[in-house]
């Protein structure tokens, strides 16, 4: 049953646009990486050397915000459009849907993120060559921790989209409140006095990722409070809490 | 109130689905109350009512989709949501709309087929069988009432079902799609398989149903087989506006 289901629900995501269209803009990634590179490549050129942003670091948030949008399409489009009736009839263990559900957009975004991640590190590195640019210097072993929670933390935000999306039933709901987890609350965080900012910063989504591979928040932050164990287990907690919650109303309310 | 005479009794000891004191309450809404009635093979059975009487919400609560108040509705003898594979015993169309428009016919199709182990080629057969074979790769969005209506129809036929659950299926459909659904809905039962259709009017059922269940007002108002109530109201027009005159309610249905 729950095989059938979960080819079932593969096959939904294939069979509409917007998922390509989802994962296209997230794979755009890949050539806002490369012209990154580029750019900074051309001024370490003229200078000698230079510091710059990680290209998979610094546009990780357009890879975490498409495929969220993927996380909280798969159940808002058929909230919205009563398809979620149909799919019921013929699976009536709501459990079994909603798991097969949450399977598919896990797997399919931590595949789709690893692959963007690592496609966008190795043309930057290859476009990088062997001037000094600041975040090419490290070896893909010493990376890769950061590479995966990347690609984890992505994953996270699709399963918190679904949970979101079908808590709120509504498309708008599900990505203002993945917005809000990515940006607005990490923001007003930031904004909070000394040693509070920190404190509450170190458990805002985006900033476990790089609590897991054990460097810092950011400058201004400073090193988060979280070891890396820690800042993994926080990170599965947001998706086990929210998928919880919605799996929880899914199960209790009329469809 | 007339009830069933003819025959062995109602044959209750075959019915295949059964509903026990359903009631389902929305806030201040009773939608359908203390209804029971059950659905025997070999026939269609007519579940009629005016707007609002509480059809579509009778269905949706057999089919598990809304938790009853109290009460119960069994299928084959078992509530539904127990069934392992329900679209190989039962086949329903409950809204034809309730699809995602950006997916082909065929594809939507295959997704309902896949959960139940159900293999591409008998979703090519039921596109063919219900006259969507040419449009099969044609996004949904794209479609008629009449068109979605179809494709419900063979959403409902994939698992080659012995129940077939349709709710107002001809509503919105030309007359050629209407005699279609007619003689579809004909052929089923002459087949042997169970089909309860609902409807607001009573000359879809004078054509196609054997027994009708009358509800108003999310009661049961009567439960007689056509020939009965001809025998009694001379006409079935005649017999649904007397047994229904206190139960009309202005609304759209859903
Ligand atoms: N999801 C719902 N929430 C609130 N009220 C509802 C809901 N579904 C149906 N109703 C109400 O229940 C009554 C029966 O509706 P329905 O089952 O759609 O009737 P019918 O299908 O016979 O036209 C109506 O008064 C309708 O407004
Ligand atoms: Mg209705």
Known sequence: MMRAVVASELLKLRSVTTTYRAIGVAALMVVLGAVWTFYVGTMA???????????????????????????????????????VRTSLVVVPRRGVLFAAKAGVVGAVTFGGAVTILLTTYATSRLIAGDRLLGFNQSSLAADLPMLLASGLSVTVLALVGLGLGCATRSTAAGIVSVVSLLFVLPGIATYLPPPWNTRVASFMLPNLVPQIAGDQLSRRLGDGLLPPWAALATLIFYAAVTLGAAFYLFKRRDA | MV?????????IFFSVIELHHLTKRYGDT?????????????????????????????????LGLDAPTSGKALVNG????SLARPMREVGALLDANAVHGGRSAYNHLLCLARTNDIGPRRVAQVLEQVGLAGVARKRVGGFSLGMKQRLGIAAALLGDPRVLMFDEPVNGLDP??????????????????????????????????????????????????????????????????????GSVQFGVSS
């Not at chain 2, 359908?32 to 609560?61: E, Q």
């Open chain 2, 30 to 62: 009773l939608a359908v109350h203390d209804l029971s009635f059950s659905v025997a093979p070999g026939h269609v059975t007519g579940f009629l009512g005016p707007n609002g009487a509480g059809k579509s919400t009778t269905m949706r609560l057999i």
């Open chain 1, 45 to 83: 050129d003229e200078r000698g050397s230079i510091r710059a942003a990680a290209p998979e670091q610094g546009f990780l948030p357009l890879l975490q915000t498409s495929l969220a949008l993927l996380g909280v399409l798969a159940i808002t489009s058929e909230l919205a459009t009563g398809m």
């Open chain 2, 176 to 245: 050629d799609g209407v005699r279609w659904i007619r003689d579809l809905m004909c052929s089923l039962a002459a087949e042997g398989r169970t089909v309860l259709l609902s409807s607001h009017l009573m000359s879809e059922m004078a054509l196609t149903a054997e027994r009708i269940v009358i509800v108003g007002r999310g009661r049961l108002i009567a439960e007689a087989t056509v020939a009965e109530l001809i025998s009694r109201y001379h006409t079935l027009e005649d017999a649904y506006m007397a047994l229904t005159a």
């Open chain 2, 78 to 81: 078992r509530p539904y949501m």
């Open chain 2, 3 to 11: 009830r069933c005479a003819e025959g062995p009794p109602c044959r």
